[in-house]
C-alpha cells in the first residue's frame, strides 16, 4: 500500500478521523486526476477498493457509535435542567 492509503489506515485506527478525511481528499483528488489523465493501472484501484472496503465499515461503526452517544446526552440534558428559582414569599405578621 502506498504512502497516502497507509496513514489513512493509520488514522482511522487511531480514531483521528479529521485527519483521515483530509488524506483520503488528498488521495481522492490524486486518485481522480490519474483517471481523467488515463494513467490508474489496475494495481492502483484495486489498492484504492481495498482501502475503501476496510474502511467503509470501521466508519459506519464509529459514526453510529457516536450518534448514540449523542442521543444518550440528549436524554440526560432533559434531566439536567436548572431548578427554577425558589419563589419569593412576602413575610406578613400580624
Known amino acids: 500500500m502506498n504512502a497516502e492509503g497507509a496513514y489513512i489506515l493509520e488514522a482511522i485506527g487511531r480514531e483521528e478521523y479529521h485527519k483521515a478525511l483530509v ?3 488528498t488521495y481522492a483528488q490524486r486518485l481522480r486526476r490519474a483517471v481523467e489523465a ?3 493501472s489496475g494495481d492502483q ?3 484504492a477498493r481495498r482501502l475503501y472496503e476496510w ?3 470501521l466508519l459506519l461503526g464509529a459514526r453510529a457509535h ?3 452517544q449523542i442521543d444518550e446526552l440528549a436524554v440526560a440534558a432533559a434531566y439536567t435542567r436548572p431548578a427554577p428559582p425558589p419563589r419569593r414569599r412576602i413575610e406578613t405578621r400580624l
Open 38 to 40: 488515463g494513467l490508474l
Open 55 to 57: 474502511a467503509r465499515p
Open 23 to 25: 488524506q483520503w481528499k
Open 66 to 68: 457516536l450518534q448514540a
Open 45 to 47: 484501484m484495486e489498492e
